[in-house]
T-cell receptor, first 112, second 113 residues
Framework: DAGITQSPRHKVTETGTPVTLRCHQT?????MYWYRQDPGHGLRLIHY???????DKGEVSDGYSVSRSKTEDFLLTLESATSSQTSVYFC???????????FGPGTRLTVT | SQQGEEDPQALSIQEGENATMNCSYK?????LQWYRQNSGRGLVHLIL?????REKHSGRLRVTLDTSKKSSSLLITASRAADTASYFC?????????????FGKGTHLIIQP
């Protein structure tokens, strides 16, 4: 258990509304990641952070933004949710240079 | 784009049998990792093999790596019902890794009692 929590765990929202997902860690790790998981695609990286206020884009970053104002929190925002963003979102951290990742429990987001 | 590709996509075996899953990747790696995901849960790290290693064991898990073929296999021996899950390989590129792992699409393993 890497002390990672995600909130909310489930959310249903309407197309066009903004949505923010939160990832919280208790172990002060520098690197944090947001992935989405969809059937037939596995996990795909959305954004990642390598420190407070230091973030970068991943493979599928369009339509998403992130912020990290504190070491322990990494926020993922969908400025205007679309049905294609219906997915399960996972947050992860790495502990060391091997880049083994430890995952949160996930947030299931449905955009109607 | 996906780096790792697992094969088969789905596998169903009887309890007690061995399960083998394969992963192929495209670019040079620093290490390759295997993860398990139970239904509705997050991924759990199982085992890591470095690019200079050929085989690694952890309990009932055996991982092999062939960098010349850019492939890896995960063997689960004496399978149990609790091994029913999806299994993913993920790669860390040579000289990198801070920008996240590249995951395959997974193998869904079902252990029949």
């Amino acid at each position: 258990d890497a002390g990672i929590t995600q909130s909310p765990r489930h959310k249903v929202t309407e197309t066009g509304t903004p949505v923010t997902l939160r990832c919280h860690q208790t172990e002060n790790h520098r690197y944090m990641y947001w992935y989405r998981q969809d059937p037939g695609h596995g996990l795909r990286l959305i954004h990642y952070s390598y420190g407070v206020k230091d973030t970068d884009k991943g493979e599928v970053s369009d339509g998403y933004s992130v912020s990290r104002s504190k070491t322990e929190d990494f926020l993922l925002t969908l400025e205007s949710a679309t049905s294609s963003q219906t997915s399960v979102y996972f947050c992860a951290i790495t502990r060391d240079s091997t880049h083994e990742q430890y995952f949160g429990p996930g947030t299931r987001l449905t955009v109607t | 784009s996906q780096q790792g590709e697992e094969d088969p996509q789905a596998l169903s075996i009887q309890e007690g049998e061995n399960a083998t899953m394969n992963c192929s990747y495209k670019t040079s790696i620093n290490n390759l990792q295997w993860y398990r995901q139970n239904s509705g849960r997050g991924l759990v790290h199982l085992i890591l093999i470095r690019s200079n290693e050929r085989e690694k064991h952890s309990g009932r898990l055996r991982v092999t790596l062939d960098t010349s073929k850019k492939s890896s296999s995960l063997l689960i021996t004496a399978s149990r019902a609790a091994d029913t899950a999806s299994y993913f390989c993920a790669t860390v590129p040579s000289g990198g890794g801070a920008d996240g792992l590249t995951f395959g699409k997974g193998t869904h393993l079902i252990i029949q009692p």
